[in-house]
């Protein structure tokens, strides 16, 4: 059963920057699209950003310009690199594929920007 462990939230603050990280148990090359998801107290997980085995990437508008996904299935890994952050861009991230697979999800990882 292919596990999702996220990290490289934390605290900063706004107009900083943060690379998250997701190492994926199994083989994440035959999944054809992967994604970062967001989760907020106001809004259910929002899917933020993909990216697909031949590297093509795309973004929910809200982080266009200012994240970028990228993969590296030798590694089984996923990242998210975080610049120009808004407070509303705190929430706790999750990755899966796209359409996620199966019911198990990581425990994701908590990013906060405040001042």
């Known amino acids: 059963q292919v596990q999702f462990v996220e990290s490289g939230g934390g605290l900063v603050q706004p107009g900083g920057s943060l690379r998250l990280s997701c190492v994926v148990s199994?083989?994440?090359?035959?999944?054809?699209?992967m994604g970062w998801y967001r989760q907020t107290p106001k809004m259910q997980r929002e899917l933020v950003a993909t990216?697909?085995?031949?590297?093509?990437?795309g973004y929910v508008d809200s982080v266009k310009g200012r994240f970028a996904i990228s993969r590296d299935d030798a590694e089984n890994t996923v990242y998210l690199q975080m610049d120009s952050l808004k407070s509303e861009d705190t929430g706790v991230y999750y990755c899966?594929?796209?359409?996620?697979?199966?019911?198990?999800w990581g425990q994701g990882t908590q990013v906060t920007v405040s001042s």
């Open positions: 899966n594929g796209n359409p996620p697979i199966g019911p198990t």
């Open positions: 199994g083989s994440i090359s035959s999944i054809y699209q």
């Open positions: 990216v697909t085995r031949h590297g093509s990437t």
